[in-house]
């Protein structure tokens, strides 16, 4: 409910552009946190998409002109989602099905598939979805 409100550029008239762009900034980091931390209490890794990646995916990387309408800073922010994105796949490769029976509980083979069905996105091969990526 907050996202479309803060975001609407209407809603901003009459601010500094800088307080502008700032919301703007804050609510994505917000809806990134959020998307991240539910996929954390399924059990599993999401990778959110930098603001001003919608797109992207639409840019043809063979035409000259259209690549010069891609703003650097867009290109800084898909760099540094990279590096991100990773960081946290090498937390989740690291991940051991073993962990439940070294924390001392007592693991039944439903925890073990539960532990190998969160591994994999839901549609084998797909690793972008509209609002981040998905990594299990």
């Not at 603001?51 to 760099?79: H, P, Q, T």
């Not at 962990?99 to 925890?111: A, F, H, M, T, Y």
Request: contains cysteine; aromatic residues 6%.
């Amino acid at each position: 409910v907050i996202v479309p409100i803060l975001t609407n550029k209407k809603n901003h008239q009459g601010w500094p552009q800088v307080v502008s762009q700032d919301i703007v900034r804050h609510v994505h980091n917000l809806k990134s946190t959020v998307f991240t931390v539910v996929g954390q209490v399924d059990g599993k890794t999401l990778l959110p998409l930098p603001a001003g990646s919608e797109g992207i995916e639409d840019v043809d990387l063979e035409n000259e002109k259209s690549m010069e309408r891609i703003d650097k800073s867009l290109v800084y922010a898909m760099e540094s989602a990279i590096i991100d994105w990773s960081h946290k796949i090498q937390e989740a490769l690291k991940k051991e099905s073993s962990e439940p029976l070294l924390q001392g509980s007592d693991p039944n083979p439903k925890v073990e598939l539960g532990f190998w069905k969160n591994r994999y996105p839901e549609q084998p091969g797909q690793c972008m979805v509209p609002c981040g990526a998905h990594f299990g």
